[in-house]
């Protein structure tokens, strides 16, 4: 059960990278309704994303 939540935490952090990419970048989905939003949501996926890589190596 803990290597799927870490794989799940992975992969949510990674379309919330996406997603918001998209919208910084081109204005789709959100049409860029603040630089500032997108990026704290891009920097705080990244973490997540690190959390969740490191605790995955953990847990083998």
Excluded: H, Q
């Amino acid at each position: 059960m803990s290597k799927a939540m870490t794989i799940l935490g992975m992969v949510v952090a990674g379309l919330l990278a996406v997603v918001f990419t998209l919208d910084w970048a081109i204005g789709v989905p959100f049409e860029t309704a603040n630089w500032k939003m997108n990026l704290g949501v891009i920097l705080g996926s990244l973490m997540l994303g690190f959390a969740s890589w490191e605790a995955f190596r953990e847990v083998r």
